[in-house]
């Protein structure tokens, strides 16, 4: 009996323990030494994290030849610039990446190609148009990598990771005041008591991110700690969808010091701009477009975030470039005539000093933080 016991707490003891993560964990110096700049890494999570984040087999280039699918089609708008074979090609991927399971008929009408029926294939057009818009307009975040559906879809009608806006109970908690959305526990913010709802501010509206006073006596900065604590739901969002630490991008001595932070933090600068700028190009207008299944609790459309693209990983894919091959997606077609080769150069991903310098040439009113690229260790 009291072996059964025994077995029984120890049993309970290793059910208990599987919720922790077993050492050995890695840890990576990403910073000057003695500035706590580092990573901490669990192998077994990255091996698990790079299967789910290998790309597919890529399809065989098609020929540029012969007459242009705008000539021939009746209904294209966005990719008449390409070859018959080539138009084939992208939608054979496009079938590949967004409705392996369905089919061509996720977004045709068998009957007829050129018909705009379906919901879906009036959404993919827009999503053809947002992904040359990210691929050309934000190189600044995705660099020559870029992406294409299966980024986000990932093989899935829908990505895995969007977001809406959550109803906020009317009255409730009005003893206290505008709770904000905290003390209700949610993924979004890893479960602490931030607001809920860290995107509708950053990543549809442009509030303030930047908090901090920049002086040691209060100067007049009015940012109360309900804002900061937005700034960290948003923050908390941003190093899980990436799968980082907070020190991935600042140095915790000082997290507002630009020239105390890594390069990614201006490349999540811009990411932060790019996610606003989609959803309100993008998603948005395409509200009506979408059936009210696929709507939000408030009849919002789905949003997306950060780990829209990334899914845990600090480059979506680990940087596999796969846009690469798809040179319809890395220019906008038709504004800008035939689509280019496929661009040779091959990315580290990493930001140059060049890349820094031309950046800071934008103009002020753009608010570009300067940055002092900080090298990896001394
Ligand atoms: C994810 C949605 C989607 C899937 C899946 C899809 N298509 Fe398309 N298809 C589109 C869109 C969007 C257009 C219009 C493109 C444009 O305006 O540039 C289009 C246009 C076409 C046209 C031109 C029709 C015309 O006369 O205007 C043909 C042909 C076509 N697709 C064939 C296919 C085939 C074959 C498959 C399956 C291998 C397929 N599509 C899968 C979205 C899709
Ligand atoms: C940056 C991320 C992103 C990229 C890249 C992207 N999509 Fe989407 N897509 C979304 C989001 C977000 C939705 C809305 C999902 C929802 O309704 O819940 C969506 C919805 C769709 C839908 C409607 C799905 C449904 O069943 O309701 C289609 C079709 C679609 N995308 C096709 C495409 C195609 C084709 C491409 C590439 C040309 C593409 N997407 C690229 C994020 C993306
Ligand atoms: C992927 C990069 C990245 C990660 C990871 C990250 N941050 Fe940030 N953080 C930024 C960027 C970029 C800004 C500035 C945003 C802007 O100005 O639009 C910022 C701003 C801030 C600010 C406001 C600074 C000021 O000037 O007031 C604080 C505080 C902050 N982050 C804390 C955190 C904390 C805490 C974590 C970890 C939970 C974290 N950050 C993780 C990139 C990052
Ligand atoms: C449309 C897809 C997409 C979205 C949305 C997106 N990213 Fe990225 N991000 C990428 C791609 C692609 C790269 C790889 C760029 C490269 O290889 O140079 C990248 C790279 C980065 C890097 C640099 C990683 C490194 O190790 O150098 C950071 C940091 C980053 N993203 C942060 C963010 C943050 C924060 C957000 C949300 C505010 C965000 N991203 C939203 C596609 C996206």
Known sequence: MKRLQSLCVSV????????????????????YRGTG??????PRTLAERAALNTPPEELPAASPDGPKAGQVYQNVKVLGNQSVGEFARTM???????APKQGCVHCHNAQNFADDSLYTKVVARRMLQMTQKIN?????????????????????????????KPLVPKGANSFAGDKAGQNQPAMTVGLSSLPVDPFTPFLLEARDIRVQGD???PAGNRHSIKQAEWTYGL??????????????????????DWNNSSPPRLTAWHGIRMARELNNEFMLPLTDSFPAHR???????????CATCHQGAHKPLYGATMAMSHPELLTKSLEAGLPAAAASATTTGALTTDDLKTLSLLPASTAQPKLKVATSSE
């Open 235 to 256: 923050m908390v969002h941003m190093s899980s969808a990436l799968g980082v630490n907070c020190s991935q991008c600042h140095n915790t001595r000082s997290f507002g």
């Open 136 to 164: 050309t307009d934000y190189k600044s975040h995705v660099g020559t990598t870029g992406v294409t559906c299966y980024t986000c879809h990932r093989g899935q009608n829908v990505p895995n990771e969007t977001w809406f």
């Open 215 to 217: 002086t040691a006596l």
């Open 37 to 42: 700049m580092e990573q901490v890494y669990n």
């Open 12 to 31: 309970l003891a290793v059910l208990t323990l599987a919720g922790c993560e077993r050492p050995p964990v890695d840890s990576v110096q990403r910073g």
């Open 295 to 305: 709507l939000g609790p408030g009849g919002d459309v789905a949003k997306l975030n």
């Open 92 to 98: 054979v991927a496009m079938t590949n990446w967004v």
